[in-house]
């Protein structure tokens, strides 16, 4: 334990509201605040955890040891700011969270894409063959609908970012490198940059540990040369039987978690026969419902053109001859800026393109950039695509397909709201 009484800032993220529940696991008090409620909230507060909305001064208790925060929190917030006051530590999550895992032997899932997949997927494999992992998942896994699995285990399964180098936090014996993209631009310089994060991480991974990647990936080449741990090449195990309840993108993922599960000592038909159970994640292609005039309905996290690109090929293959319509929110300005030609070429599987706004997060404001041009930009390249002006106007757009249409709310920002009020 790492502290006893806790105090988290943004405790509503998919991270924090995890690592809040792997502290009362261990039997610490914890409390937090979010700037507002949601299925996260919700599932803290069923598990007796104490969540303000707003950020208040007056929130933090008397007697707390120790306040952690997102990154999306900045020091003036009035709640840090009050901890400082009162000479309260503080750590960011990633800190926090590389302290307790840590404690443990570390299964880290690095990668620019298909992280939260093959985490919740490693999970489920050790989980079913007994060896009782600790793990943090940074989405809902579909068969607990929580993102936090306590375990007695020597194991600890966590989703490990790249963002801020977020991942050098972590000790790993186990390493899964799932792919590297030019991502988080508005943090490292250019790809190069990126590879030389993922160095330092392939270095801290022990003689007698694993590293589990795609050795002939040429984005990823160069970041295992003079590794010392024993490199292992999952593509070894794409051949495998996989029946898979999820898009077909995501055998690349079941083959790294595969691959990363006998490492850790499960049998290979074991680790086989549970991902071909696995039926997904929250706001991974999750299937949200169907509407009344009977179009179907999914939701997904993709905010990166190579993800967009992989999920609606798959949808395509997924649902031959129905009409893919998609309702993007793009993340980021510095991403939809850095990124934008990626963006326009991403979009080909679809039939219809909606962008909302562009969801800031972090970022200011950047007038040089917007989702009007992105919608612009689609149309040049002959796409039937529109700028919206809202979310509000992505529900009413969902209520307006047609049976076999497939409608899919797609971006890291809270778009997925979208979905659910038309299906109300």
Known sequence: MIAKHVYIVGIGGIGLSAFAQLLKAQGAEVSGSDRSDSPTTELLRSKGIDVFVGHD???IPS????????????????E???????????MSYFEALGLAANQKKVIAVSGAHGKTTTTAMLIDVLEDAGLDPMGVVGS????TKTNFREGKGEYFIVEADEYLRHFLNFNPTILVITNIDADHLDYYRDLADIQSAFKALVKKVPAHGVIVCNAQDEKVKPVIEGAVARIVDYAQYMSEPFSLKVLPFNKVNAAAALAASVAAGVAKEKAVETLSTFTGTWRRFEYKGTTKAGAVVYDDYGHHPTEINATLQSAKEYFPGKRIIVAFHPHLFSRTKKLFQEFVEAFDAADRVLIAPIFAAREAVDPTISHTMLAEALQQRGKDAVALGSLAAVTEEILQAKEGDVFITMGAGD????????LK
């Open 415 to 422: 778009i997925y709201k979208a979905g659910e009020a038309a």
């Open 80 to 90: 840090r700011a009050h901890a400082h006051d009162l000479n309260i530590p503080q």
């Open 57 to 59: 001064a007056s929130n």
């Open 63 to 78: 007697g707390t040891e120790l306040l952690v925060y997102s990154d999306a929190v900045p020091t003036h917030n009035p």
């Open 140 to 143: 809902l896994r579909s068969k």
